[in-house]
């Protein structure tokens, strides 16, 4: 899927408030018997989990960066 502005709701999300948004959709869909239904919950659940890898990515090389930086500072004395 091609990158995408997050909408400002996700945007200012945590990746604990998106996960929980997931699982919501997740017991909505379990629940639904009629699948015509469940198309347009199931397609946003797709969005949402992409929105949550490209968080998770974004944290990890944050985390990574400030790793780095602190070794280098430590390897430096």
Same mark, same amino acid.
């Given at each position: 899927?091609?990158d995408? &502005?997050?909408?400002?709701?996700?945007?200012l999300?945590?990746?604990?408030e998106?996960?929980?948004?997931? *699982?919501? !959709? #997740? =017991?909505?869909?379990? &629940?639904?018997?009629?699948?015509?239904?469940?198309?347009?919950?199931y397609?946003?659940l797709?969005?949402? *989990?992409? !929105? #949550? =890898?490209?968080?998770?990515?974004?944290n990890?090389?944050?985390?990574?960066?400030e790793?780095?930086?602190?070794?280098?500072?430590?390897?430096?004395?």
């Amino acid at each position: 899927m091609k990158d995408k &502005i997050l909408p400002p709701e996700y945007d200012l999300s945590s990746l604990e408030e998106l996960t929980e948004k997931a *699982n919501k !959709i #997740i =017991e909505s869909l379990e &629940i639904e018997n009629d699948l015509n239904n469940s198309i347009e919950r199931y397609q946003e659940l797709l969005r949402l *989990n992409n !929105i #949550i =890898e490209k968080k998770f990515q974004k944290n990890f090389r944050s985390i990574s960066e400030e790793t780095n930086k602190k070794i280098k500072n430590l390897t430096k004395k």
